[in-house]
């Protein structure tokens, strides 16, 4: 089983930047390709952005796309989500989940998920 833990939510102004992290603890997080996903009071989960297990391939949400990044460091067991010019409507909770072997758009196909955590983009 793989334990993953996001952190790097809070409060930002709109226009700034986050970077959230997603370490994996008690399983090597290589043979995974992880995905963050997000959810704002009363909306669905949405897919926002996906990586590959070796990072050579990345995957956006339209919505997203230009604005954040991912990457990660398999050698940290961990995931990054770097936020740019944060808007009022990225607001939600994001969470990091795994996936062995391939990436996904759908939340469904993931295996493992962190607790999330908290973005607020305030006007």
């Known amino acids: 089983q793989v334990q993953l833990v996001e952190l790097g939510g809070g409060l930002v102004q709109a226009g700034g930047s986050l970077r959230l992290s997603c370490a994996a603890h008690g399983r090597s997080l290589s043979p995974y390709a992880v995905g963050w996903f997000r959810q704002a009071p009363g909306k669905e989960r949405e897919f926002v952005a996906a990586i590959s297990r070796t990072g050579d391939n990345t995957y956006y949400a339209d919505s997203v796309k230009g604005r954040f990044a991912i990457s990660r460091d398999n050698a940290k067991n961990t995931v990054y989500l770097q936020m740019n010019s944060l808007r009022p409507e990225d607001t939600a909770v994001y969470s990091c989940?795994?996936?062995?072997?391939?990436?996904?758009?759908?939340?469904?196909?993931?295996?493992?998920w962190g607790r999330g955590t908290q973005v607020t983009v305030s006007s």
């Open positions: 989940a795994s996936r062995y072997y391939s990436s996904s758009y759908n939340s469904y196909e993931y295996d493992f």
